[in-house]
């Protein structure tokens, strides 16, 4: 699936500076996106306007603001919010009715531009997203199968970041999922609110693919296990669902091929930070990994809440969070960390054919 991508040229000294709540080390800065201006540039038909989605602004606020955008030749006026917070900036402009449209970004020393066909973008939907890099293709087919058949996810979204695989990843989810390629810089490890790429998938996903639909946000290591009618219930009363988690400690499955299916094992203790959500898309003007935030207008008052989580939490759902579904080594997560089964709990709610326990 292609994506219209906008990037600093290297003949523009600018670029972009780290967040000023976080400054980068010298082997930090080559995994820093300094280059994107917009992930994405595309005509939303429906709602008859362009959309960009791009990592946060931060120094270049100024200069984006500054831009002449011309559609078909006309200077046209536009909104861009700067989102740094959240790590995330989204420009919007108003269309003329057209199929075809050519895209002028006018800066001072340089000038993008764009031949781009008016999408009837998906509406009303339940689709999941997550951002993957380097995962084994069984994995994921899995991970799609399970949210199809339980939840009837009726898209996924697979955000790649450079995998090794991901021809391979294409030809196998052929027909029942889509990759598209987002070759961005992840942002450097140990400095979180440096980090853009994940969140810009999750919202360019609730901005062009889960438009009135439902927002599915799980990572290829987590499986939902919650009554699919009782998240609908719960999404049509409050708009955004949240869940809390149990680990599923790393057992050697021995076998060189093995799925979430391979380990029926669970922490007791439950996981009460990182959780996970289900929402509205109408319900959410902004999400990240963890959260959501919505515009609180009120007079005189006009800014982004927070959803708190806690008054969200569904009862009696959670999700599986596995360690041994990533190729990632996270010391600080352990994951390949071996555990006798003596203390954990026998959990097979995830298995689409159940196992007998041993």
């Known amino acids: 699936m292609q994506i219209n991508t906008m990037t600093l040229p290297e003949g523009v000294a600018l670029e972009r500076l780290s967040s000023p709540r976080s400054s980068l080390e010298e082997d930090e800065k080559p995994f820093f996106d300094a280059r994107t201006v917009f992930y994405d540039v595309f005509v939303d038909k429906q709602a008859g306007c362009l959309v960009a989605v791009g990592p ?23 909104q861009f919010h700067e989102y740094g917070e959240y790590k995330l900036s989204i420009l919007k402009a108003p269309i003329p009715e057209s199929d075809e449209y050519d895209v002028e970004f006018a800066f001072p020393d340089f000038t993008p531009t764009f031949k781009l066909t008016a999408l009837d973008l998906p509406e009303r939907k339940r689709v999941l997203a997550a951002i993957s890099k380097n995962n084994d293709i069984e994995w994921i087919v899995y ?37 598209i390629r987002w070759n961005f810089p992840f ?22 693919f889960a438009k009135h639909g439902v927002l599915f946000n799980f990572d290829i290591d987590e499986l939902l296990i919650a009554d699919s009618a009782a998240i609908d219930a719960r999404l049509q009363k ?22 979430h299916a391979d380990f029926l094992y669970r922490s007791p203790k439950v996981k009460e930070t990182a959780r996970k959500f289900v929402c509205r898309a109408d319900a959410v003007d902004v999400i990240s990994y963890h ?16 959803n708190k989580a806690e008054k969200l939490l569904l009862e009696d759902a959670y999700f599986l969070h596995f360690m041994g579904i990533s190729n990632k080594q996270e010391p600080g997560l352990q994951r390949f960390k071996e555990e006798s089964v003596e203390g954990l709990v026998y959990d097979d709610a995830h298995v689409m054919t159940p196992k007998t326990a041993h």
């Open 238 to 259: 409050k708009g955004v669902v949240y869940f809390n988690s149990f680990l599923v400690p790393y057992r050697n499955p021995g076998k060189a091929r093995f799925t």
């Open 56 to 78: 946060p602004a931060l120094n270049l606020e100024s200069y984006l603001q500054r831009l002449v955008l011309r559609i078909n030749g006309t200077a046209t006026r536009f």
């Open 143 to 179: 991970w799609v199968d399970f949210y199809k058949s339980r939840y009837g996810v009726e898209d996924v979204y697979i955000y790649d970041n450079g995998s090794d695989n991901v021809v391979e990843l294409e030809q196998a989810l052929a027909g029942k999922a889509h990759v």
């Open 291 to 306: 959260n959501t935030w919505a515009w609180w207008r009120v007079p005189f008052l006009n800014k982004l809440r927070r």
């Open 187 to 208: 942002g450097p490890s140990r400095k979180t609110v440096n980090m853009f790429a994940q969140v810009g998938a999750l919202n360019h996903c609730l901005h062009r």
